[in-house]
């Protein structure tokens, strides 16, 4: 064993060298030019992707020639055991891994502050085990797609792609990344075994791949479904989004104008303060809240959903955040000596990572902050109540400002920016009806007295599955709120098209979501109303499951399967729909005659 490990450590050295060489020279590079641990997350995604596809391509080429039946026979032809013979060939591809992915990255973590005054937070620590895991995912794909059979191989290797869907941060992510690669293991030993083509032997074996072929098999349906019914209303003229949408749809509401909206959201009444109010849209500027973010950043994330740092001009120092103490480390920009810290009016932490604009505006989970350029402190504006989180930057509305947060739209006057809500506290606000997640859009008006308010729920309606509908919300010169309007808005999407990841398999659309949410990070950004399935879509989906069944356990009796393998085969078949009938049919095809 030690010495195949070794022969296949000698046969990848040289390829090995030269890719971590490379690697180390463009980390060195990119860290003198720039600082490479405060880079959005796009461009860690493309790293990431990096190192997967380098792994698959090594796994690829080294399995791929062991694939050829000659080449398989002597290797497997050894006085080991097929898993040990697995554990020296993967072990040294491992290794060679390690050598072009992490000690790069180890290097320019300890060069970091030579190049001046900057640090490294204890989440970069987890970097080079990060890129590890992401190019060994790769790699275990690669040989899993050189050995297995080519009918179903490459469905099975989509659910290798959690990692990216996955809502875990910091270590919860590592975590995520390591079962993903453990699965991949399992697969991979699986396949490992004299004749590539039959199915797995072991029935633990058996099962993993026939779920993660069957997951494979559902997000191709799902995306070919989604495809195929973009294409067909194109070619016949009836798309939603080319004309076709109904004025009292969803996709007519992410369209229009602001005051159109609001007008539409009026629509229904007669009375004359609607009139009044009709009148007033058309004379008036018409206000929009910027859309709310999707999440804000996590302490102990390895990654930056922006850059957490921002320059004050003035006494030209770049200030960075550090997820360690919860303070901005100050870097003077003409000779990169360190120029302390700065927390919250000085010197005090802050409660979480806060998201920062160029400007020097912070919002975080607990209000909104911003940067004093003639005092050089960071004051806190806004405050918000435990549980409360600030969804997006606040938005200038005249001589006020609203800020959106997860539970309300709240107002304030424009002098808070400048001064704190203490002294210019919130005078008016609109609880939403719904999660903040819903929110799709936020329209609005100022009247003599007070504000009228369109607030569209439609967020996940226009393609899925989500509700959707507005609220218009009349605000009075007391800073009252109460309902003016509601609108129901009509999907265009036909039913089966917005639900089709469900109906297609109840069972795999649960385990995916499930999935995605391991170890997920608190996201109250991202919280939206559990979707209500039409009776219809339901009895469909029972439908498609007991004929799945059914068909597969004809299958394989035709097969001459034995009783408790058909039974095993149609049970996963009724639980998963059509997606393990067709994993079936792919793993288990018919015997030649």
Not at 113 to 128: E, M, S
Not at 469 to 475: F, H, S
Request: include cysteine; glycine fraction near 10%.
């Amino acid at each position: 064993m030690l010495e195949l490990f070794i022969g296949e450590c000698r046969r990848f050295r040289l390829w090995a060298l030269g890719a971590g060489l490379l690697h180390t020279g463009t980390l060195l590079f990119f860290d003198f030019m720039v600082d490479p641990l405060q880079q959005p997350q796009s461009v860690y995604q493309l790293a990431a992707a990096i190192y997967a596809v380098g792994g698959a391509l090594l796994g690829l080429y080294q399995a791929g020639g062991y694939a050829r039946i000659n080449a398989w026979v002597m290797l497997l032809h050894r006085p080991l055991a097929p898993r040990a013979i697995f554990a020296a060939v993967a072990g040294a591809g491992a290794t060679m891994l390690a050598l072009a992915v992490v000690v790069p990255i180890l290097i320019m973590l300890a060069a970091h502050g030579l190049t001046g005054a900057r640090f490294v937070d204890a989440r970069h620590g987890l970097l080079p085990a990060a890129g590890l895991l992401v190019a060994l995912i790769g790699y275990l794909g690669g040989v899993y797609a050189a050995l297995s059979p080519r009918r179903y191989g490459w469905l099975a290797l989509i659910p290798a792609l959690l990692p990216t869907v996955s809502g875990a941060a910091g270590a919860g992510a590592l975590v995520v990344q390591a079962m993903t690669a453990l699965w991949l293991v399992l697969m991979v030993l699986a396949v490992f075994k004299p004749d590539l083509q039959t199915p797995p032997r072991r029935a633990s074996g058996l099962a993993m791949t026939a779920l993660a072929t069957a997951m494979g098999v559902y997000v191709l349906a799902v995306a070919a479904g989604g495809l195929a019914f973009e294409t067909a209303s194109m070619i016949i003229g009836n798309h939603p989004r080319d004309g076709a949408a109904s004025t009292n749809g969803v996709v007519a509401a992410t369209r229009i104008e602001g005051g159109a909206l609001i007008e539409a959201g009026l629509a229904g009444r007669r009375d004359d303060q609607a009139r009044v109010w009709r009148e007033q849209v058309r004379l008036s500027e018409v206000f929009a809240i910027p859309p709310t973010r999707p999440a804000l950043p996590v302490r102990g994330a390895m990654t930056n959903i922006a850059p957490m740092e921002f320059d004050d001009p003035e006494r030209g120092v770049r200030w960075t955040f550090s997820h360690d103490d919860m303070l901005f480390h100050g870097v003077r920009l003409a000779d990169r000596r360190t120029a302390g810290v700065l927390g919250v009016g000085g010197d005090r932490p802050f409660r979480a990572p806060p998201l920062v604009s160029d400007s020097g505006m912070m919002i975080a989970r607990d209000g909104v902050f911003t940067f004093d350029a003639d005092s050089g402190l960071i004051r806190q504006r806004i405050h918000l109540a435990e549980g409360e989180v600030a969804a997006a930057p606040p938005a200038v509305i005249g001589e006020a400002v609203g800020l959106m947060t997860s539970r309300a739209l709240r107002f304030y006057d424009r002098r808070v920016l400048e001064e704190d809500d203490r002294r210019r506290p919130m005078f008016a606000s609109v609880p939403l009806a719904a999660p903040v997640g819903n929110v799709m859009r936020i329209d609005l008006i100022e009247l003599m007295e007070g504000y009228l308010v369109s607030v569209t729920y439609a967020r996940g309606a226009v393609e899925g599955p989500g509700r959707a509908w507005q609220d218009v919300v009349e605000i009075d010169g007391s800073g009252q709120a109460r309902s003016a309007a509601r609108r129901t808005l009509t999907p265009d999407y036909p039913t089966a098209a917005r639900f089709t990841p469900w109906w297609v398999s109840p069972g795999l659309s649960a385990l995916r979501g499930a999935s995605e949410r391991v170890l997920a990070a608190e996201a109250p950004l991202a919280e939206r109303l559990p979707i209500q399935i039409p009776a219809a879509i339901m009895l469909l989906a029972g439908a498609l499951s007991l004929l799945a069944a059914a068909i597969t356990a004809w299958l394989g009796r035709r097969r001459g399967l034995a009783a408790a393998s058909i039974g095993a085969w149609s049970l996963a078949a009724l639980l998963a729909g059509l997606p393990m009938l067709a994993a079936f049919w792919l793993i288990r095809p018919t015997p030649r005659r």
